[in-house]
């Protein structure tokens, strides 16, 4: 059964990081097909409702239904591809960013636990005191890489992470109105290259969600991949529909 779109507060846009080398699985990740569909189209499933989704990888993943790009260099690692995602985002940005890593592929049964932690989170609070992002955590383990955060922080946090500048210490969110929009083109590559996700979302005001039923499971290898084909095939459950699951077109 479909959720419903989410209300104009908490509209999303979405970011797929699908750039990595997959070492350990030794093939395409995005391409990899489990339960009869492509993972990146289980991740995709998630998007259904985003006013916009930027899918960040290799050339061969081009399609009409979203936005692809890369980040440049290649294999720059999640923090350089999400800045390569944001800035490929089209105009009209959503309040929210969703970021998936493309080996989620049970990520779309988190979107209304996220959106559902955020709109209470809202409600209990002040806007001095706001969240900047909710995620799942598993086991004690945070899982940034299926959560939803709100834009105007992230992108400071990707500009932060850009210049190298501290947690606390101001960058180019606090500089001039001039300098502010020289930054707007687009953070150097320097600072993200490599970084990790740690690194991105330090500062930021997260609650964590916990994930119960396992949704955050990636799969990063053969085994892994195996172990997900097997208890969707033990489950009662169907398999998540995947129609119209191209996400938001801008």
Do not use: N
């Not at 499933?45 to 980040?71: F, H």
């Not at 985002?89 to 960013?97: C, S």
């Not at 992230?154 to 929009?181: C, T």
């Amino acid at each position: 059964m479909s959720t419903p779109p989410p209300s104009e507060a908490f509209a999303f846009d979405a970011v797929v990081l699908a750039g990595g080398r997959a070492s350990r699985l030794g093939t395409s990740k995005p391409r990899l097909v489990l339960d009869g569909a492509r993972l990146l189209d289980h991740v995709l499933a998630a998007t259904r409702d985003a006013r916009a989704t930027v899918v960040v990888g290799p050339d061969d993943l081009a399609s009409d239904a979203y936005v692809l790009t890369r980040e440049d260099p290649p294999f720059g690692g999640p923090v350089a591809g999400a800045a390569a995602g944001l800035a490929a985002l089209p105009d009209g940005a959503a309040p929210w960013v969703l970021l998936l890593a493309c080996d989620v592929p049970r990520a779309a049964e988190a979107v209304p636990l996220l959106v559902a932690g955020a709109s209470a989170a809202s409600r209990t609070s002040t806007t001095d005191d706001g969240i900047d992002g909710v995620h799942l955590a598993a086991e004690g383990r945070a899982q940034w890489l299926v959560g939803l955060y709100r834009r105007e922080a992230l992108d400071a946090a990707v500009v932060r992470v850009a210049q190298g500048v501290p947690v606390g210490e101001p960058s180019a969110g606090d500089l001039s109105d001039g300098d502010r929009a020289g930054a707007a083109d687009g953070p150097p590559p320097s600072g993200l290259h490599g970084a990790p996700v740690r690194r991105l979302v330090s500062g930021l005001r997260l609650l964590e969600v916990e994930d119960v039923d396992g949704l955050s499971t990636d799969v990063d290898t053969w085994q892994d991949a195996e172990s997900y084909a097997h208890r969707r095939a033990q489950s009662s459950t169907p398999s998540h529909d995947l129609h119209g699951s191209s996400g938001g077109m801008a």
